[in-house]
């Protein structure tokens, strides 16, 4: 016997923001929201950050190119690939192409939108979108801030997926965009615009 879906979920009403403290790089905000199945009000922490955005960067000989940094979350030395956030009025795509240049000083031939997240809609309200960098080459040096140590390393896709079985990226950001690349170039990539069967 087939089960009844369940009643749509409604959006929650906002009845108050209040910002506690302005970090530079995020904003915590407390929102006090009235819930549309009870009419409680209860309070909510939500970040408010710019978006992100990531890229993949494949080299003609089909290499990916990876940074090593150390990340003060974690406190470890973490492999990932690059990204960083969008600017003010910046579009994705040349954030992604910036990042990618100042991070590592490749520049690639074609760059793609392959997928996009929520990173954690719990608490975060920003986005973050993979781009691809097809042919990708070493031309400049990288230009990092004063905040950034970072070490490229060209890998085989061999080595990305033992990485991954290891446990040796754990990014999830990383590992998202990944997922991204394999569905790209094993031709299962999904049109935004079809609807879902």
């Given at each position: 016997?087939?089960?009844?879906?369940?009643?749509p979920?409604?959006?929650?009403?906002?009845?108050?923001?209040?910002?506690l403290?302005d970090?530079?790089?995020?904003?915590?905000?407390?929102?006090?929201?009235?819930?549309?199945?009870?009419?409680?009000?209860?309070?909510?922490?939500?970040?408010?950050?710019?978006?992100?955005?990531?890229?993949?960067?494949?080299?003609?000989?089909?290499?990916?190119?990876?940074?090593?940094q150390?990340?003060?979350g974690?406190?470890?030395?973490?492999?990932?690939?690059?990204?960083?956030?969008?600017?003010?009025?910046?579009?994705?795509?040349?954030?992604?192409?910036?990042?990618?240049?100042?991070?590592?000083?490749?520049?690639?031939?074609?760059?793609?939108?392959?997928?996009?997240?929520?990173?954690?809609?719990?608490?975060?309200?920003?986005?973050?979108?993979?781009?691809?960098?097809?042919n990708?080459?070493?031309?400049?040096?990288?230009?990092?801030d004063?905040?950034?140590?970072?070490?490229?390393?060209?890998?085989?896709?061999?080595?990305?997926?033992?990485?991954?079985?290891?446990?040796?990226?754990?990014?999830?950001?990383?590992?998202?965009?990944?997922y991204?690349?394999?569905?790209?170039?094993?031709?299962?990539g999904?049109?935004?615009?079809?609807?879902?069967e």
């Amino acid at each position: 016997m087939p089960m009844t879906p369940p009643d749509p979920i409604q959006k929650w009403t906002r009845i108050d923001r209040r910002t506690l403290g302005d970090f530079r790089i995020f904003k915590l905000w407390q929102d006090t929201s009235r819930s549309p199945r009870t009419g409680e009000e209860h309070r909510f922490f939500v970040i408010h950050a710019p978006d992100w955005i990531n890229i993949v960067p494949v080299t003609p000989e089909g290499r990916l190119v990876t940074i090593r940094q150390f990340r003060h979350g974690s406190d470890e030395v973490s492999l990932e690939i690059p990204g960083g956030m969008v600017d003010e009025g910046e579009d994705p795509r040349a954030a992604a192409i910036r990042e990618l240049r100042e991070e590592t000083g490749y520049v690639a031939d074609t760059v793609v939108q392959i997928g996009a997240v929520s990173p954690n809609p719990a608490i975060f309200d920003n986005r973050c979108t993979t781009f691809l960098a097809l042919n990708a080459r070493r031309r400049f040096e990288p230009a990092l801030d004063g905040t950034e140590d970072i070490v490229c390393e060209e890998k085989t896709i061999d080595e990305i997926d033992r990485l991954i079985d290891r446990g040796e990226i754990t990014h999830a950001l990383t590992l998202n965009a990944l997922y991204f690349y394999d569905r790209y170039r094993n031709g299962r990539g999904v049109d935004p615009s079809s609807p879902l069967e």
